[in-house]
C-alpha cells in the first residue's frame, strides 16, 4: 500500500496468534509493519516475523518488482521485527543492513556472521537515497538497548519502532485517517503497560528527543500509521510514561473458594458508596494480566487481596505484584486485605512488595482468620470509601 510519493506499507497482519511475546493476549490479533523507501536507491525499514516472510516478500516484489533493495534499516532487533532478515538476505544479497553498533552486535549473536558491508549510525547520522535524506536517533531502552528511529526530515515522516505501537491487526487501511481509530487506543494503553510499563524513564528521554522534530507522520511497527491522530500518539505516550492516571479504583485479588472475592467486592461496594465511578474489579485467576496492567496505569487507587498460600499469597496475586514491582506505578494509593486459615502471611507479602512499587499507603491491611464475618465486610467498605476519598481528593503523582 502506498503511504506517500515514496513511502510503501509492506507489512502483514497476524490473526491467529494467541499471545504476544508468550505472554500478552491478543484479541484482536496484531500487525507487523514494515516499509519501503523508494528513491534513487530503495530501503527497507524493518522486517516482520519470519513466519509470514512468503506474504512479506511478496508485497515487496509487488511495489520494487525485479529492483533491488540497497538498504535494510533496523530500528529494533526483537525477532516480530528481524525475524526475516536473514530470509531478506538471501533474495537481495547485496542489500547494507543499517544498524547502530549494539544492532550489528544482536545480528551477529542472532544469525551468526553476516557478509557483506553493513553500515553502522550513530546518533544524527544521515543517509541518502538520492532524493530522500534519512536520519537516525537512538532511543536505546525503548524497549531494548539497541532500538533506534528513523526520520525523513523533507516530510515529517517518523519510523519509530515499537514507540507509539499498539496491538490489534489491521482491518484494511493502514493510515488512521481512513479507519475507525477507536478500538486502537485501548490497545496502545495496553500495549504500555505490558511492553513498556518498565521503561517510562527512557521513554520520557526519547520523547524529549524527538520533541524538536518536525513529525507529521509517525509509522510505527505495530498498529496504524498515525497522521491525523500522530500528536494524540505521542501524548498517550507522555502521559503513561510520566505517571498520569485519572481518578479510579481497581480491584485485584485472588480467591481458591470465594471468601476472599466477598472481601473485594465489599471494597468496590464501599468505593461506589463514596462516590467514585470509574472502579474495575479483576479475579487475578481469571483476568489477563495486560488488561489488568492497563488499568493500574489508567487510574490511580488499587486494593490488593489473597488468600495467604504456602507462607505466602495466593500464586496469582504474587504474579501481578512481581509484574508491578518490575514496572514504574509509584505515587498511586494502595490498600490490601487478606485471609487465612491458621498462619498469616498474605498481608506481609503484599507489604514487602510495596517496598518496590512505592505506592502510598491510604488504610490499614485487612485481615480476617477463617470466613470473613460482618465486621471484616464493614471493614472492607470503609476501605473502599477510603480509596475513593483518596481517588478523588488527590492530583496525580510527579514523576521525575
Same mark, same amino acid.
Given at each position: 500500500m502506498q503511504i506517500t510519493d515514496n513511502v510503501y506499507y509492506v507489512g502483514v497482519n497476524d490473526r491467529t496468534k494467541h499471545r504476544f511475546e508468550g505472554l500478552w493476549a491478543l484479541p484482536l490479533g496484531v500487525s507487523y509493519n514494515a516499509y519501503l523507501v523508494v528513491s534513487d536507491k530503495v530501503a527497507l525499514i524493518d522486517t516482520v516475523e519470519a513466519d509470514f516472510f512468503g506474504? @512479506?516478500?511478496?508485497?515487496?516484489?509487488?511495489?520494487?518488482?525485479?529492483?533491488?533493495?540497497?538498504?535494510?534499516?533496523?530500528?529494533?532487533?526483537?525477532?516480530? $521485527?528481524?525475524?526475516?532478515?536473514?530470509?531478506?538476505?538471501?533474495?537481495?544479497?547485496?542489500?547494507? %543492513? %543499517?544498524? =547502530?553498533?549494539?544492532? $550489528?552486535?544482536?545480528?551477529?549473536? @542472532? @544469525?551468526?556472521?553476516?557478509?557483506?558491508?553493513?553500515? %553502522?549510525?550513530k546518533e544524527g547520522d544521515r543517509l541518502s537515497l538520492g532524493g530522500v535524506e534519512m536520519q537516525f536517533h537512538l532511543a536505546p531502552m525503548l524497549h531494548w538497548p539497541e532500538t533506534m528511529v528513523t526520520y525523513l526530515p523533507a516530510q515529517g515522516i517518523l519510523f519509530s519502532g515499537d514507540a507509539f505501537g499498539c496491538f490489534g491487526a489491521l482491518n484494511g487501511a493502514v493510515l488512521d485517517s481512513r479507519m475507525d481509530c477507536t478500538p486502537y487506543f485501548p490497545e496502545m494503553e495496553r500495549y504500555f503497560a505490558a511492553i513498556l510499563g518498565k521503561f517510562c524513564a527512557p521513554v520520557r528521554t526519547a520523547l524529549k528527543k524527538l520533541s524538536g522534530l518536525d513529525?507529521?507522520?509517525?509509522?510505527?511497527?505495530?498498529?496504524?500509521?498515525?497522521?491525523? =491522530?500522530?500528536?494524540?500518539?505521542?501524548?498517550?505516550?507522555?502521559?503513561?510514561?510520566?505517571g498520569e492516571t485519572e481518578p479510579g479504583l481497581v480491584v485485584c485479588y485472588g480467591s481458591m473458594y470465594g471468601n476472599t472475592q466477598r472481601v473485594a467486592e465489599a471494597v468496590a461496594e464501599g468505593a461506589a458508596a463514596a462516590g467514585l465511578r470509574h472502579i474495575a474489579v479483576h479475579n487475578l485467576s481469571v483476568s489477563q494480566p495486560s488488561f489488568v496492567l492497563a488499568d493500574i496505569f489508567r487510574y490511580n487507587a488499587l486494593a490488593v487481596g489473597g488468600p495467604t498460600y504456602n507462607g505466602g499469597v @495466593?500464586?496469582?496475586?504474587?504474579?501481578?505484584?512481581?509484574?508491578?514491582?518490575?514496572?514504574?506505578?509509584?505515587?498511586?494509593?494502595?490498600?490490601?486485605?487478606?485471609?487465612?486459615?491458621?498462619?498469616?502471611?498474605? %498481608?506481609?507479602?503484599?507489604?514487602?512488595?510495596?517496598?518496590k512499587m512505592k505506592m502510598q499507603w491510604v488504610a490499614d491491611p485487612l485481615e480476617w482468620k477463617q470466613a470473613p464475618d460482618a465486621d471484616a465486610l464493614a471493614a472492607a467498605r470503609r476501605m473502599g470509601e477510603a480509596l475513593a476519598h483518596a481517588a478523588l481528593n488527590a492530583g496525580a503523582p510527579d514523576a521525575q
Open positions: 506474504e @512479506f516478500l511478496a508485497k515487496i516484489r509487488a511495489v520494487l518488482g525485479e529492483r533491488k533493495i540497497d538498504y535494510l534499516v533496523v530500528n529494533h532487533m526483537e525477532p516480530d $521485527h528481524s525475524g526475516s532478515l536473514e530470509l531478506i538476505r538471501r533474495y537481495y544479497p547485496e542489500i547494507r %543492513v %543499517v544498524g =547502530n553498533a549494539k544492532t $550489528h552486535d544482536m545480528v551477529r549473536g @542472532f @544469525f551468526g556472521p553476516q557478509g557483506g558491508e553493513d553500515i %553502522v549510525v513529525i507529521r507522520m509517525i509509522c510505527s511497527t505495530h498498529g496504524p500509521v498515525w497522521t491525523e =491522530n500522530a500528536g494524540r500518539a505521542v501524548e498517550t505516550y507522555r502521559r503513561m510514561s510520566h @495466593f500464586p496469582v496475586v504474587e504474579d501481578l505484584l512481581r509484574r508491578l514491582a518490575g514496572r514504574q506505578v509509584e505515587g498511586r494509593h494502595l490498600a490490601c486485605f487478606g485471609g487465612y486459615t491458621w498462619a498469616s502471611a498474605a %498481608v506481609k507479602t503484599i507489604h514487602h512488595y510495596n517496598e
